[in-house]
């Protein structure tokens, strides 16, 4: 039976597996679970994932939720998957993990907070909360640092001082890929890990930049929605950049 996907492109998790199976020849079924209609919510789908996220997989049986695990049962049921996506090696395969679980509790949870609060609350009918978005800012910014000093090693262009892309990889970039929507210089100073994810990106094109498309489209959407606010603004009442030079 063909794996099933129940995703949303919009959802950083969600654009790392589907990137996972184009880039390994995975056929799959891709069934969108639009987040902003909070079908994530119905009934049929929590019989998918009673958690009620995305993304969630159905391969024959058996059903499987969380984006990490997934990966990683991808990485080892299908055959041919290269070795770098997630080493048998057990000293390897441990670091990739370590990274895996940082992730969650520090660079996701910054990143997410900060573009949710700034920019995607409305769109699920909440309003923006500069407040929580300033914490998540220190945490996304703290997050970008360790990435800058202790996973981009020396050697290596890829996380751990690999000279291939594990699912650590692909799962870190998705994530600060959603900056692309602030078209933020929040990343400016950080040049290692702007070369990484120019690395990264490169080495899983075309899919990468194919399933991101979505993420261009809102980037678009969102400035002109911004621009048209700003001009009804007048000179004097408007904030300053916080992330421009003084």
């Avoid at 987040?35 to 994530?40: E, G, I, P, T």
């Avoid at 119905?42 to 391969?59: H, L, R, Y």
């Avoid at 899919?207 to 969102?222: G, N, P, S, Y």
Wanted: charged share 25%.
């Amino acid at each position: 039976m063909t794996l099933k996907l129940y995703v949303d492109r919009m959802s950083q998790p969600s654009r790392a597996v589907i990137i996972f199976c184009k880039l390994n020849g995975i056929d799959f079924e891709e069934i969108h679970i639009n987040l902003s209609k909070r079908q994530q919510l119905s009934p049929e789908f929590k019989e998918i994932n009673p958690m009620k996220q995305v993304p969630a997989i159905m391969d024959g049986r058996f059903k499987l939720f969380e984006s990490h695990a997934i990966l990683r049962y991808l990485a080892c049921a299908f055959p041919g998957i290269a070795d770098h996506w997630y080493p048998a090696d057990l000293y390897k395969r441990a670091k990739v993990d370590s990274v895996l679980d940082w992730h969650h509790s520090n660079l996701r949870r910054g990143a997410a907070g900060y573009i949710f609060n700034t920019v995607l609350a409305p769109a699920f009918g909440l309003p923006l909360n500069p407040q929580a978005a300033a914490e998540a800012e220190k945490v996304l910014l703290a997050s970008l640092a360790n990435i800058e000093s202790v996973w981009l090693q020396r050697k290596g262009r890829f996380l751990l001082g690999s000279g291939q892309p594990s699912i650590a990889d692909l799962s870190l970039v998705c994530e600060i890929m959603e900056l692309e929507i602030l078209d933020e210089r929040i990343i400016g100073p950080y040049k290692r890990v702007l070369k990484w994810i120019d690395d990264t990106k490169n080495a899983m094109e075309p899919h990468f930049q194919e399933v991101h498309v979505i993420l261009f489209k809102a980037k678009e959407k969102f400035h002109k929605q911004r621009h048209a606010v700003g001009s009804s603004i007048p000179q004097s009442s408007r904030k300053p950049d916080l992330h421009s030079k003084m």
